[in-house]
């Protein structure tokens, strides 16, 4: 069977829903076709990048990764907002590094893109652990580099990982007792943020008109603009549970009280959220840290 056949079925087989694949999926496809790992991901990259959202650069990117310790496969593609400037868009490479922290995963041992990654991308990848083992496939060149090879001199500050769960947030947070379950779903989120310059963890909760619930938690750089926002994490989980922006119903964000001086989301967070879902409020939720 031919390459494009291969990917042609791949289309029918795989619903555009679907965001990972389990390793026992993917053991499955590769049995299926007689291909090996790498083969699948490369003929998958044309099969996930269609579903980019570039509303303003119709540039279609389309990633695929594999987590360090599940093997499971994370898709990803470039995310833009209509009507906010592009410094609020995700990359499809951190659309699936949010991906994994949303499930948990704690690195990602290779990642395949549609284009070289950008150097926003690059030093992004830098920041996940055992970095220096990460794959980097290109399917249009079927090679494999580094991410040395790609980011030689690196800049790193060694002050953890972005997907580490147990280097994350030294801060003991907790958040005024409630029954609301959306709250008590964005707070698992907002312990596992990552914010080494900040101290500023942060996470966002979503409510659907269905009830279905969503969360993501900010995911800070060291090089500052990388940055992942909380609202961005948590639109990748819904997008990758299959759901659309026209079906949120409620949004809160979880952050430091003001009395701490953080920088603060909220006003990013709103402005993205005007455009996505304009008659949803931004509720907000203050986070204060336990002395011990
Ligand atoms: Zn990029």
């Given at each position: 069977?031919?390459?494009?056949?291969?990917?042609?079925?791949?289309k029918?087989?795989?619903?555009?829903?679907?965001?990972?694949?389990?390793?026992?999926?993917?053991?499955?496809?590769?049995?299926?076709?007689?291909?090996?790992?790498?083969?699948?991901?490369?003929?998958?990259?044309?099969?996930?990048?269609?579903?980019?959202?570039c509303v303003?650069?119709?540039?279609?990117?389309?990633?695929?990764?594999?987590?360090?310790?599940?093997k499971n496969?994370?898709?990803?593609?470039?995310?833009e907002f209509?009507?906010?400037?592009?410094?609020?868009?995700?990359?499809?490479?951190?659309?699936?590094?949010?991906?994994?922290?949303?499930k948990?995963?704690?690195?990602i041992e290779?990642i395949?893109?549609?284009?070289?990654?950008?150097?926003?991308?690059?030093?992004?990848?830098?920041?996940?652990?055992?970095?220096?083992?990460?794959?980097?496939?290109l399917?249009?060149?079927?090679?494999?580099?580094?991410?040395?090879d790609?980011?030689?001199?690196?800049f790193?500050?060694?002050?953890?990982?972005?997907?580490?769960?147990?280097?994350?947030?030294?801060?003991?947070?907790?958040?005024?007792s409630?029954?609301?379950?959306?709250?008590?779903?964005?707070?698992?989120?907002?312990?596992?943020?990552?914010?080494p310059?900040?101290?500023?963890?942060?996470?966002?909760?979503?409510?659907?008109?269905t009830g279905?619930?969503?969360?993501?938690?900010?995911?800070?750089?060291?090089?500052?603009?990388p940055?992942?926002?909380?609202?961005?994490?948590?639109?990748?989980?819904?997008i990758?549970?299959?759901?659309e922006?026209?079906q949120?119903?409620?949004?809160?964000?979880l952050?430091?009280?003001?009395?701490?001086?953080?920088?603060?989301?909220?006003?990013?967070?709103?402005?993205?959220?005007?455009?996505?879902?304009?008659n949803?409020?931004?509720?907000?939720?203050?986070?204060?840290?336990?002395?011990?």
């Amino acid at each position: 069977m031919s390459d494009s056949k291969v990917t042609n079925e791949l289309k029918n087989i795989i619903p555009d829903t679907k965001y990972y694949l389990t390793n026992d999926e993917v053991n499955t496809l590769t049995t299926k076709y007689g291909i090996s790992t790498e083969q699948l991901i490369i003929e998958l990259i044309d099969v996930v990048k269609v579903r980019a959202k570039c509303v303003t650069s119709k540039c279609y990117v389309g990633a695929i990764g594999v987590g360090r310790q599940t093997k499971n496969f994370y898709f990803g593609v470039n995310l833009e907002f209509s009507g906010q400037t592009l410094a609020q868009s995700v990359h499809a490479e951190q659309f699936l590094i949010a991906l994994a922290h949303c499930k948990g995963e704690e690195g990602i041992e290779l990642i395949s893109v549609s284009h070289f990654p950008c150097g926003h991308c690059r030093q992004f990848l830098n920041e996940l652990y055992q970095s220096d083992k990460i794959k980097i496939l290109l399917p249009n060149e079927q090679l494999q580099y580094s991410l040395s090879d790609l980011l030689p001199y690196a800049f790193n500050l060694g002050t953890g990982y972005l997907l580490s769960f147990s280097s994350v947030n030294k801060l003991k947070l907790k958040i005024e007792s409630t029954e609301d379950p959306l709250v008590h779903c964005a707070f698992k989120f907002a312990l596992n943020s990552y914010a080494p310059y900040s101290n500023s963890p942060s996470s966002v909760g979503i409510q659907l008109d269905t009830g279905e619930m969503f969360a993501g938690a900010y995911l800070e750089s060291v090089a500052y603009n990388p940055s992942l926002p909380p609202l961005q994490v948590a639109l990748v989980h819904l997008i990758a549970n299959g759901k659309e922006y026209e079906q949120i119903k409620r949004v809160i964000l979880l952050e430091l009280e003001s009395s701490y001086g953080c920088p603060s989301q909220f006003y990013s967070t709103f402005a993205l959220l005007r455009s996505i879902a304009p008659n949803v409020t931004l509720e907000t939720y203050e986070l204060s840290v336990l002395n011990n």
